[in-house]
């Protein structure tokens, strides 16, 4: 009960953490909310340690644990090669790491199909609670705004509230398909989880859902019923683009003016915002900088040196100068300069390298390939393998869309459902032997297909 209920107010307050509207009235006590995430994140740490010396097991792939400490190794090289101070590094080790616990909660606490039901209801009521808040932004907070940007719901920014969006549609879309909800109900959520996109105009959302919705009818089918549910998904992505379109003229009309949204793809947003074309620190000042040009920022100011190449200029120092001059990295000044942290690309080749970069993607295939294994599971955790797996193929375009490294609601959720996937995956390969030490054994990717399996019945998680 305990762990699930730190479990729980962890996620609300990361809701929380990076809701504008909010932290401007709280003021100075604003700086206090993002601290009651990390709260609750090391308590998490804390009960999954003792957990784990309690049952001395922890259900989770030792892949992940060698790709864990290979990261977290890469991290403190970075930090020794290029000097760092410790204030810096600390702060860039909580920007990457405060979400981890919830990675491993799922590997030390097993969940019953009523605690997964649970879980995805919370989660889903965080979502839907988006829809009111955009709601009242856009009509009473900002009703003369021309711009869209600033209807983001609870998260910071309406992109990220995009994301999140669409990531809850494709796991009701894996309910579905799966028979556990009704068409009716997912007809009638759709509109909430929809209209955000729409108010905020997040252009990204075409592409993003695009390749959610196909990601999801392909791993969800095989055969002829693949085509059928391809075809589908590819009807679906283009009556949502037009509606999209349609939509974007009636609620912002100026925008663009007689450019319309269609001149934008076509002429703005190709010339500029994907460019890659400004030069140096002084024309990027000028303007927004073009994401494309970020990556190549980020590559350029550190391919001179190898070592910088391979472990870039240390977490934390390119962070917001903004924090405390203890924690404030020797290199901040790029962070407004370059405008770096636009995408998760630049941003995680300029403070981890190459190699820190390759990490990071080697990480997340390891759970999309998990989430595939997964997706052939019965009941709930079917259900999670197969729209985590949507979810995460979006990640490629995300990457390049926004930066992940500083958003707490995206990040605390993909560590979380990650962990989920990692964990259930795990345990399907052992159930049939429930003694045995299960970091030890190899995997099975064929244990997913044995009708007689059931999951591990680990003591310790219990739900609110």
């Given at each position: 009960m305990f762990v699930a209920l730190v479990l729980y107010l962890t996620i609300a307050a990361a809701f929380v953490a990076d809701y504008v509207d909010l932290l401007r009235l709280l003021g100075p006590a604003a700086r206090l909310v993002p601290l009651a995430t990390e709260l609750g994140s090391g308590l998490l740490f804390v009960l999954v340690m003792l957990e784990i010396g309690r049952n001395k097991q922890l259900h989770l792939s030792p892949k992940y644990l060698l790709i864990g400490v290979l990261i977290l190794a890469h991290f403190a090289l970075g930090s020794i090669v290029n000097s760092m101070s410790s204030g810096a590094f600390l702060a860039g080790l909580r920007d990457y790491v405060k979400f981890l616990p919830l990675f491993l909660v799922p590997a030390a606490f097993n969940f019953s199909e009523k605690d997964l039901a649970r879980l995805f209801k919370f989660l889903l009521v965080m979502c839907f609670i988006q829809f009111p808040v955009c709601?009242?932004?856009?009509?009473?907070?900002?009703?003369?705004?021309?711009?869209?940007?600033?209807?983001?719901?609870?998260?910071?920014?309406?992109?990220m509230t995009t994301i999140l969006m669409v990531a809850a549609i494709v796991m009701l879309g894996a309910l579905r398909l799966r028979g556990r909800i009704s068409t009716a109900s997912l007809i009638g959520?759709?509109?909430?989880?929809?209209?955000?996109?729409?108010?905020?105009?997040?252009?990204?959302?075409?592409?993003?859902?695009?390749?959610?919705?196909?990601?999801?009818?392909?791993?969800?089918?095989?055969?002829?019923?693949?085509?059928?549910?391809?075809?589908?998904?590819?009807?679906?992505?283009?009556?949502?683009?037009?509606?999209?379109?349609?939509?974007?003229?009636v609620f912002f009309p100026e925008k663009y003016g007689d450019r319309t949204l269609v001149g934008y793809y076509s002429d703005i947003m190709l010339r500029h915002e994907y460019s890659g074309k400004i030069e140096d620190a002084e024309e990027a000042k000028a303007r927004i900088v073009p994401r494309s040009d970020t990556i190549v920022f980020s590559y350029k100011l550190i391919s001179d040196d190898f070592a910088s190449l391979a472990f870039g200029l240390g977490i934390g120092n390119v962070a917001s100068p903004k924090r405390y001059e203890l924690l404030r990295g020797a290199y901040s000044e790029y962070f407004v300069d370059y405008d770096v942290a636009?995408?998760?690309?630049?941003?995680?080749?300029?403070?981890?390298?190459?190699?820190?970069?390759?990490?990071?993607?080697?990480?997340?295939?390891?759970?999309?390939?998990?989430?595939?294994?997964?997706?052939?599971?019965?009941?709930?955790?079917?259900?999670?393998?197969?729209?985590?797996?949507?979810?995460?193929?979006?990640?490629?375009?995300?990457?390049?869309y926004k930066s992940l490294v500083h958003a707490s609601v995206p990040t605390a959720l993909l560590m979380l459902l990650s962990g989920l996937v990692a964990a259930l995956r795990f345990r399907e390969s052992f159930s049939s032997a429930p003694e045995a030490h299960p970091i030890a054994q190899p995997e099975n990717d064929r244990a997913i297909a044995a009708p007689e399996r059931q999951p591990i019945n680990v003591r310790g998680w219990s739900a609110p």
């Open positions: 709601v009242y932004q856009r009509l009473l907070l900002y009703p003369a705004n021309p711009t869209g940007d600033v209807v983001r719901g609870t998260l910071p920014s309406g992109s959520a759709l509109p909430i989880l929809l209209l955000p996109t729409f108010l905020n105009e997040t252009k990204a959302s075409i592409f993003l859902l695009g390749v959610a919705v196909i990601a999801l009818a392909w791993q969800s089918s095989s055969g002829a019923q693949r085509l059928r549910r391809l075809s589908a998904a590819g009807l679906l992505s283009i009556l949502f683009v037009a509606t999209y379109f349609v939509s974007y003229e636009r995408t998760t690309y630049g941003y995680t080749i300029l403070e981890t390298g190459i190699v820190g970069l390759v990490l990071v993607l080697v990480l997340s295939a390891m759970v999309l390939r998990d989430a595939a294994v997964l997706s052939g599971a019965p009941g709930l955790r079917g259900v999670i393998g197969l729209g985590w797996f949507a979810a995460l193929a979006m990640l490629p375009v995300i990457f390049f």
